[in-house]
């Protein structure tokens, strides 16, 4: 819901955004369309924020939406006069590279994967060539829902074999880089590897729009903007653009489902 009028919005004005790694994909995409709408507009999107960072550079002014996945208290958020706009779903897979040619995998085989019994793809009826697993810190949003949904890897200690990538498109970029590399990661960055990474059908339901929709593939982040009370005329724009069925093509283009 957009609490402004966005009649006073000003070419050339300027926001900035920035928090999660996890998120900005998909809303890096969306700045884009928005731009090619409003050429005059000026969306600076930023490296990244933990969690409380996040919230305070937008009190403080330094960022004019913070992008998150969870860890949200939305009545502390809204005592500091700012707001929660939930604008998509994002499915959670195992994304393994372009080259590989097992793409359907069980908790179990994956959890095999993770822990160390399992080290090559031939185990798992592809080529004779070691698997790379990925994962990101415990702390993201990505790990975490992983741990949550696949009861194996709820407490698994990650043996040293498995390599920690910081950010999200740290793991972009190895998975797309790497053959024999699986790794957590989701369906807008999928989307947007253009064909350089597969996503695996888990306990075989595939991670489609529909299938999320339906609730019948559960690992799932959401997509949230917290912006300040009201939003700037630019932001407001931003967020009406989002809202509307252009912005909505983007965010189903990216490989999310959009939240009304």
Request: glycine content about 8%; aromatic content about 4%; some cysteine.
């Amino acid at each position: 819901m957009v609490l402004a009028t966005v009649l006073d919005w000003r070419a050339g004005e300027t926001f900035v955004v920035d928090g999660s790694t996890g998120v900005m994909p998909l809303v890096a995409a969306l700045a884009k369309a928005y731009q090619a709408r409003h050429p005059d507009a000026k969306v600076e999107i930023g490296q990244g924020l933990g969690t409380k960072v996040r919230i305070q550079a937008l009190a403080d002014g330094r960022i004019d939406i913070a992008l998150a996945s969870h860890g949200l208290n939305v009545e502390e958020v809204s005592r500091q006069g700012m707001a929660v706009h939930e604008i998509a779903k994002v499915a959670v897979v195992f994304g393994v590279n372009a080259t590989a040619t097992v793409t359907d995998l069980t908790e179990r085989q994956t959890c095999d994967i993770y822990a160390g019994p399992v080290t090559n793809w031939k185990e798992l009826g592809g080529p004779d060539l070691a698997i790379a697993p990925r994962t990101r810190p415990d702390t993201e949003v990505d790990t975490e829902v992983v741990r949550a949904r696949i009861g194996c890897l709820k407490d698994l200690k990650m043996p040293e074999t498995v390599k920690v990538m910081p950010r999200s498109g740290d793991m972009a970029k190895e998975l797309a880089a790497t053959a024999g590399a699986i790794g957590m990661t989701t369906m807008t960055v999928v989307e947007q590897s253009q064909g350089q990474i597969k996503p695996v059908v888990l306990n075989g339901v595939a991670a489609t729009a529909e299938n999320v929709r339906r609730k019948l593939y559960l690992l799932t982040r959401d997509s949230l903007l917290v912006t300040k009370l009201p939003p700037s005329s630019a932001v407001a724009s931003f967020l009406e653009f989002i809202r509307s069925p252009e912005g909505e093509a983007v965010i189903t283009a990216n490989g999310a489902v959009p939240v009304k």
